[in-house]
């Protein structure tokens, strides 16, 4: 049974170990690796982490990871898991022994998606310290509450790198700005938004009232996002807990982690704010099918009181500290 959740400081050696055991693994897997990177926190140059080091190792295919796995097994990649939720990522096979894994080797397809995104987020981190400090203090934050619950913590991060690898692709996020306002409108026109609509979120963000925070790609707007101060839900109004609303994103940049992005830019305002928990609401029809799927993935759960019968809402809640 996997240990507790332990996030420690820096070791300098890190970068050592996965030096040492990048050889082998090479030695072992020959012409069947197509590439191995150092990926997770231990590749971060100052970034604390959980004390085990992450490699991805590249293969073709899923025939060519099943068939490295006894040839791992002999250099001690003895605990193997499957990984059925993402079609690139195959397995993830541990080495090492008691609580606490040394090695972690992620079997993956070589170029993939999934391949990239782990090298930007890392690449990002070790160019962006302030990022890098601040996921390790929300590690941390994690760390303590999750703390036999690795599969909880491995989900309440899932914002924090989306926020990371939408900006690495060029994707920007702040408050909005009067200017915004047409250039909301005109994004969402053929969603039937209007400029009146924004201009009252501009007035109720004027008022502290509502945050819109609105994300950009070359200039144009591609999403957006709004906290109200003081929920209309009186179970979250009632306990001081803000809620995020009217989350869009345009058809044509869906998928691609920026409603991620944007809810956890939300977290990140209510928590410096001082908020211990941030709430949704989420209409329980095939329409909003996505966003039923999504925020769970983003560790919301629901808040236990069914779905409010004049809205048929869903209301979720996350912890913040």
């Not at 972690?104 to 981190?125: K, P, T």
């Not at 790198?161 to 700005?177: D, I, K, L, R, T």
Request: hydrophobic content about 40%; glycine content about 10%.
């Amino acid at each position: 049974m996997p240990g507790p959740i332990v996030i420690v400081p820096y070791d300098p050696r890190w970068p050592e170990w996965f030096g040492k055991e990048n050889v082998l693994v090479r030695a072992a897997l020959g012409q069947s690796m197509l590439g191995i990177e150092h990926i997770g926190s231990t590749s971060v140059p100052g970034l604390g982490g959980k004390p085990t080091v992450d490699m991805m190792a590249g293969v073709a295919g899923r025939n060519e990871a099943d068939a490295v796995l006894p040839v791992l097994a002999r250099i001690g990649y003895t605990d193997v898991t499957p990984e059925p939720d993402d079609p690139d990522w195959y397995y993830c096979v541990g080495k090492g022994g008691g609580t606490v894994r040394r090695f972690h080797l992620h079997l993956a397809r070589y170029g993939s998606g999934f391949w990239h995104r782990h090298i930007v987020f890392r690449d990002f981190l070790r160019i962006h310290p302030d990022a890098a400090e601040e996921y390790l203090e929300f590690k941390k934050a994690l760390a303590e509450r999750c703390r036999e619950e690795r599969m909880t913590y491995c989900t309440a991060k899932t914002g924090f790198v989306c926020w990371v690898e939408v900006q690495a692709a060029g994707v920007s996020m702040a408050q909005m700005v009067e200017p915004d306002i047409a250039a909301i409108a005109h994004t969402f026109e053929r969603w039937h938004k209007t400029v009146r609509q924004y201009e009252e979120y501009y007035v109720q963000q004027q008022r502290r009232e509502r945050d819109v925070l609105v994300s950009k790609l070359g200039g144009a707007v591609v999403g957006y996002v709004t906290l109200l101060s003081v929920s209309g839900y009186p179970p979250f109004r009632e306990q001081g807990i803000p809620e995020v609303a009217d989350l869009n994103v345009i058809e044509e940049h869906q998928r691609k982690g920026i409603g991620s992005a944007l809810v956890h830019a939300a977290e990140r305002l209510a928590r410096a704010r001082g908020c211990t928990a941030l709430g949704i609401g989420v209409e329980q029809s095939p329409a909003y099918a996505a966003a039923n799927r999504l925020y769970p993935r983003l560790g919301f759960e629901p808040d236990g009181r069914g779905i409010t019968a004049h809205d048929s809402e869903l209301h979720l809640l996350k912890p913040l500290h």
